[in-house]
């Protein structure tokens, strides 16, 4: 079998006035893995940082 290194990182979920609404550390997932995030936020516009050693992605997502 082929070994996959899973990557850590830190997955943070801000609203739009900045504060934190969602926070997990070392979530670690492997190259194109992909996971589902639980919010349990209001309707809104909302920013998820993810975070790595070598890596520092955001994306802006839209909550109905």
Do not use: H
Not at 3 to 31: M, R
């Amino acid at each position: 079998s082929t070994f996959t290194k899973t990557i850590p990182f830190n997955v943070k979920v801000y609203n739009i006035i900045g504060s934190v609404t969602y926070e997990q550390n070392t979530l670690s997932l492997a190259p194109n893995q992909t996971t589902t995030i639980n919010l349990n936020v209001a309707n809104g516009i909302y920013i998820v940082m993810l975070e790595g050693s070598e890596t520092k992605i955001s994306k802006k997502i839209v909550v109905k």
